[in-house]
């Protein structure tokens, strides 16, 4: 069965410090993948996505993602981190099968110490 | 601000009863998805409506049904209430029919309490 997850439940990390938020799928063909971001009280944000062609993509707020096929992985990362990104984060697939169908992970809330 | 509505902002219900969220997307966006958010389920993508016809179906309970307008607003409207039901509704508009083809702008949602 199709399937999202996001192993991490909860990370906080110091403000300026790296960050990484794993996601991983089980799909049989290639997914389209989404980051979203949702702040307290507010909606989901699109943060990037990744439909085909390079594997390293490019996103708002100095975001970035990288799909690697082999580990069905596309895993969020931002070279140093801002209070402001504290905030639920959102891995989604969209998978073609018998209709279009949309799965979201269970969400990576992240907590940044100043 | 994402340029998607939605109304009301809270909602508190009786189980049993029906009620109606409204979304109006952002302009010129033809695409109306529905999601539904709770502790229990996680994000959840319920229908999705472009340009007035249903394009893609989620987990969408048979309770609850939605429709688009030719004003390209829509409704979800969810009936016989019960208490699972309550959660948090998100409605996104994009452009495109695609599902995720094009950027999807959210809502801020609707809380929809029933006691």
């Known amino acids: 069965a199709q399937s999202v997850t996001q192993p991490d439940i909860h990370i906080t990390v110091s403000e300026g410090a790296s960050l990484e938020l794993r996601c991983n799928y089980s799909y049989g063909a290639t997914p389209y993948l989404f980051w979203y971001v949702q702040s307290p009280g507010q909606g989901l944000q699109l943060l990037l996505k990744y439909f085909s062609g390079d594997t390293l993509v490019q996103g708002i707020k100095g975001f970035e993602a990288e799909f690697k096929r082999s580990q069905s992985s596309f895993n969020l990362r931002k070279p140093s981190v801002h209070w402001s990104d504290a905030a639920e984060y959102f891995c989604a697939v969209f998978m073609k099968t018998s209709y279009d169908k949309v799965i979201f992970g269970p969400g990576t809330s992240l907590s940044v110490i100043p | 601000d994402s340029g998607v509505t939605q109304t009301p902002k809270h909602l508190i219900t009786a189980t049993g009863q029906r009620v109606t969220l409204r979304c109006s997307p952002r302009s010129g966006d033809l695409s109306v998805y529905w999601y539904q958010q709770s502790l229990d389920q996680g994000l959840q993508f319920l229908i999705q409506?472009?340009?007035?016809?249903?394009?893609a179906k989620g987990n969408i309970l048979e309770r609850f049904s939605a429709q688009q307008f030719p004003d390209l607003h829509s409704e979800l409207n969810l009936s016989s209430l019960e208490l699972g039901d309550s959660a948090l509704y998100f409605c996104a508009s994009s452009f495109g029919g695609g599902h995720f083809g094009s950027e999807a702008f959210f809502g801020q949602g609707t809380r929809l309490t029933v006691v």
């Open positions: 409506y472009y340009n007035g016809e249903e394009r």
